[in-house]
Nanobody
Framework: QLQLVESGGGLVQAGGARRLSCVASGDTFSNYALAWFRQAPGKEREFVAGLSWSGRSTDYDDSVKGRFTISRDNGKNTVYLQMNSLKPEDTAVYYC????????????????WGRGAQVTVSS
């Protein structure tokens, strides 16, 4: 089983940047596709970015394209989400997720989840 732990959340001003990290343990990290989701109060969990097991293929929600970048370091068992030009509407709890081989935009497709990291963007 894979365990995931996010870090890097916090308060940031609009227009600022933040990098989230998610460290994995318990299984072979490179076998998994990874993704970041987020959930704002009163809203459903939504896909933010996905990354294939190889790191060669990525996907982003339109709302974050050009501002967020997902990447992985298999040597450190870590996936990152670099968030630039943050907006108040990016405020949410951010979750990393993992599933075997191929990423998906559907939260229900993921087997493993972290507990989340709060990101708050002030205007």
């Amino acid at each position: 089983q894979l365990q995931l732990v996010e870090s890097g959340g916090g308060l940031v001003q609009a227009g600022g940047a933040r990098r989230l990290s998610c460290v994995a343990s318990g299984d072979t990290f490179s076998n998994y596709a990874l993704a970041w989701f987020r959930q704002a109060p009163g809203k459903e969990r939504e896909f933010v970015a996905g990354l294939s097991w190889s790191g060669r293929s990525t996907d982003y929600d339109d709302s974050v394209k050009g501002r967020f970048t997902i990447s992985r370091d298999n040597g450190k068992n870590t996936v990152y989400l670099q968030m630039n030009s943050l907006k108040p509407e990016d405020t949410a709890v951010y979750y990393c997720a993992a599933r075997a081989m191929v990423y998906s935009e559907y939260a229900g497709a993921y087997e493993y989840w972290g507990r989340g990291a709060q990101v708050t963007v002030s205007s």
